[in-house]
């Protein structure tokens, strides 16, 4: 992945850092990394090290790495977030021009709930002659499945994400319908969350994890939601997930 695109276009490559493992970044996404003309990564305004930064350091080096500040919480100011991915983009959009390709390092993978896809859009508006590829991640609801015990899917059941920043309505409708629910960023909404499940009968079997592949990392029965919250004031960590397995019979009954 050296060089540029098609016909010596710049390009842009969204690369998937897993969900906080290092040991879980993919083969090609290493080697995006490592054969990009500089490889991005995303910041808050506090300057501290996020958890893709953190990630990518264990793959290359630091003097290869730029940090570009994103909004990356900032849901209230409409304008301040969209001044802010501006300025990001005007900055990728110079280091595409300075080094034909840019690795974008973003958790998880760049087509599931990524800043990338702001990134995207916005330099492909200021160089509209870019390349866009995106190089996929493995997500925090498969490795909580992978340690926490919860599968997925079964035969012929759905599967339903739901970011618990659309409100906890949207999460009980989906609890109240079939197949397995998984809820993303439900920290600080985490008591209505415990309130969801146990109001729809989803609490048995559920597990819930937060700050995964890191030192941190908490994972537990759902089970154990309320009494985790009611012995600590602080919110849970923002990127907590849940994964609310389907309602199974014996083997073989979703097929």
Known sequence: MSGSGEGGAPRLVGVG?????????????????????????????????????????H?????????????????????????AWDAAGERVAALLRAHGTVAFATIGDPNVYSTFTYLAQTVGALVPETVVETVPGITAMQDLAARGGAVLTEGTEPLTLVPVTAGTPV??????????????????????VAAALRATGRTEGAVWGSSLGLPQESIRPAAELEAELASQDAELPYLSTLIAPARRGGRGGKL
């Open 17 to 57: 850092m897993g969900p906080g493992d290092p040991d879980l970044v993919t083969v090609k996404g290493v080697k995006a990394l490592r054969s990009a003309g500089v490889v991005v990564v995303p910041v808050m305004e506090d300057g501290g090290t996020g958890r893709a930064e953190a990630t990518v350091l």
């Open 59 to 83: 793959h290359v080096a630091r003097e290869r790495v730029e940090r570009v500040v994103f909004a990356l919480n900032e849901r209230s100011d409409r304008a301040r977030r969209e001044a």
């Open 171 to 192: 999460l009980r409708a989906a609890l109240e319908g079939p197949g397995t629910v998984v809820a993303y960023k439900f920290g600080r909404h985490a008591r209505e």
